[in-house]
């Protein structure tokens, strides 16, 4: 499960349960700020003094703000005021605390951390009164307010785009749901891997005459949070010339059938149906799939006829290059398994690096299928800089991955790491105008945390 469009009572249904005590010590000796504020961004940055009211969890949401953060945004988080973002506690992984911190627990969840640098944490119950009124004093400030709720679920708490639109003429309101906000299905909750079954994505993943199965990230997810935030980027161009926000409507269904791209246009034009799982292999090319080794499998490309006969030489069968069975692309297909059968009986002669080697400098295309951590450890990767270390004021160092984008004149990445619960909750309301008094009253009342 990685979306997350359940009503508002899963973010502010849970009775007020921290420490008063512990809360009034952390408004006294505010020992969160031990790094500078996310809203120190480099003035340099595409977003720096763009301010963003994230009123999002789980995956879609906060990973694009996280982009928007990335890009020098300063982002507010709304959370839960004792439970905060759901991924808080999906684990483990957890990066554990460091024995100086006095946090309690397993540690920082490995998916929260993914998808929440660059942000602030406040913690904050709006089913009361008062948390409404934060939100609408922050709402009249910010720029953007990104939310992924069902339709309609934030009207009775007055943070439906009607209301805001008012208080702020300018804010750029986008909503992140499953279904969209009309059609037969938009009060349906919605859920990647579900998305990914209804959509048409799972029916084209897996290997030939095997089950489907889901994409190994929750993709559907990724490209709507992609998809949001670039709307949400080309929204505020588009208020500079008018000086009007809008809302902006992005549905995980939308964004999955937009992203069957060739697939889907295949189908369209040829008006029947996809030609179903493929595994590595290409439906309109041969060959280009992965294939064993004696000791792991390696993916080759012969796009081309001239690219064919490079992988027959280095497989030492040029007399394949001239078989009437393989001559070209058309015939190579039409004799997919034979061929297929007969490069696998080669390459599974020699090991994976065996092949690397061999391969290296043909201008063929080639690539070892890599698991998670040898990507991570790849040098390539390294050489990117897209494996980073960030000082994280409770657990110490962390790796993280990257933005993945490079400017010429600016610099986005990781400023900040992902806040603890509440974090920022004090810092805030401050900015707003709240007194020391008033804070500590709201916490009293269970409004913050």
Not at 84 to 98: E, L, N, V
Not at 328 to 343: Q, T, Y
Not at 347 to 374: C, H
Not at 415 to 427: F, I, S
């Amino acid at each position: 499960m990685s979306n997350t469009f359940l009503g508002p009572t899963r973010l502010c249904g849970v009775a007020f349960r921290s420490s008063l005590s512990y809360k009034r010590a952390s408004l006294q000796n505010n020992s969160f700020r031990s790094f500078a504020s996310v809203s120190n961004a480099d003035a340099s940055l595409p977003l720096a003094g763009i301010k963003v009211l994230d009123m999002t969890r789980v995956l879609a949401g906060p990973y694009c703000t996280q982009i928007l953060g990335d890009l020098g945004a300063e982002i507010i988080k709304i959370e839960h005021p004792t439970r905060g973002d759901d991924t808080r506690a999906w684990g483990p992984p957890y990066a554990s605390y460091k024995a100086s911190s006095q946090k309690q627990g397993s540690g920082e969840s490995a998916y929260f951390l993914g998808v929440n640098r660059n942000k602030k944490s406040l913690g904050l119950s709006f089913q009361h009164p008062s948390g409404v009124d934060i939100l609408h004093k922050l709402a009249k400030e910010c720029d953007v307010l990104v939310e992924n709720y069902l339709p309609n679920s934030l009207k009775k708490y007055a943070m439906d785009y009607e209301t805001l639109s008012k208080i702020n003429p300018r804010l750029i309101y986008a909503s992140i749901t499953g279904y969209g906000q009309n059609g037969p299905l938009s009060a349906k909750a919605g859920y990647d891997v579900m998305v990914e079954a209804e959509m048409g994505l799972m029916h084209i993943t897996g290997e030939r005459d095997r089950p489907p199965v889901k994409v190994g990230v929750a993709v559907t997810d990724l490209t709507t949070g992609l998809y949001t935030s670039n709307s949400v980027m080309a929204a505020l161009l588009g208020r500079a010339k008018t000086g009007k926000g809008q809302h902006i409507d992005v549905a995980l269904s939308d964004c999955q059938v937009a992203t069957l791209a060739n697939i889907a246009s295949s189908v369209l034009i040829s008006g029947k149906k996809d030609s179903g799982r493929w595994g590595t292999a290409h439906p309109s090319i041969v060959p280009y799939k992965a294939f064993g080794t004696s000791d792991g499998n390696i993916l080759v490309g012969g796009g081309n006829d001239r690219l064919y006969g490079i992988l027959c030489e280095k497989l030492g069968k040029p007399e394949w290059i001239k078989d009437e069975r393989f001559v070209s692309n058309a015939v190579r297909v039409k004799h997919r398994e034979l061929l297929e059968d007969m490069i696998e009986a080669e390459t599974t002669k020699r090991t994976t690096q065996e092949w690397l080697d061999a391969f290296e400098g043909s201008g063929m295309p080639y690539a070892k299928i890599n698991d998670v951590k040898e990507t991570l450890e790849h040098e390539h990767v390294q050489a990117r800089n897209m494996v980073v270390e960030v000082e994280h004021p409770h657990c110490g160092t962390l790796k993280m991955v990257n933005t993945p984008v490079k400017f010429s004149d600016a610099k986005p990445g990781i400023r900040t790491p992902p806040p603890v619960l509440g974090q920022h909750t004090n810092e805030v309301l401050r900015s707003l105008g709240y007194s020391e008094s008033d804070i500590e009253s709201l916490i009293t009342e269970g409004v913050i945390a």
